[in-house]
């Protein structure tokens, strides 16, 4: 998109001119920063985690960088934070950590919408957990459109789960720019 100059801008409705920032916004950031969040009350594992996603240079090459965080409401800031500075995140969530909210919590909040932030169905979201009964697993994939990965991980199954997510991802994003392309 070509950027407008100082004087055509200046000419423009108040209308036109939140439009263009919008769009012009919503295409420059669509997918432009990523963050991996990973959630886990364990260190050994988020250090794992981390490293295993390295190994493969998934991560530098898609320019990724990271957040870690011990409890469900950290990896909630971290998921708001990463939205707010139009940075697409991609959580890998332990269920249970500790006291607070659980990783289901996290995910639930991030597909239904909590606290002003809307339903988000393109955030990647990877459950790492020993914790859930296979009736849980099932359940969870097709109530909140997550993948699974069994503690501890295997290197294939954690890279193999982000790709698919972060492709799911990708698939709505696209047909959300298609959708706001046929209303503008």
């Not at 423009?12 to 969040?37: A, E, T």
């Not at 997510?165 to 959300?176: A, D, H, L, N, V």
């Amino acid at each position: 998109m070509k950027p407008v100059t100082m004087s055509k801008l200046n000419k423009m409705s108040k209308l036109n001119k939140y439009l263009y920032n919008l769009d012009h916004n919503i295409i420059s950031n669509w997918g432009h920063m990523k963050r991996i969040i990973i959630a886990d009350d364990e260190r050994f594992l988020r250090d794992l985690a981390r490293t295993i996603l390295e190994k493969k240079e998934y991560t530098d090459k898609r320019g990724f960088t990271y957040i870690e965080t011990d409890t469900g409401e950290g990896a909630w800031e971290a998921y708001v934070k990463a939205l707010d500075r139009s940075i697409d995140p991609v959580m890998i969530l332990d269920n249970r950590m500790g006291n607070g909210i659980t990783g289901r919590e996290v995910a639930e909040r991030i597909r239904k919408g909590y606290d002003n932030m809307p339903p988000d169905s393109k955030t990647p979201i990877i459950f790492c957990s020993s914790s859930f009964r296979p009736e849980e697993i099932e359940e969870i994939r097709e109530e909140l459109d997550v993948d699974y990965v069994e503690k501890p991980y295997r290197l294939e199954d954690l890279v193999s789960a982000v790709e698919r997510q972060i492709e799911r991802g990708e698939k709505i994003k696209s047909r959300t720019m298609q959708d706001y392309q046929l209303i503008k």
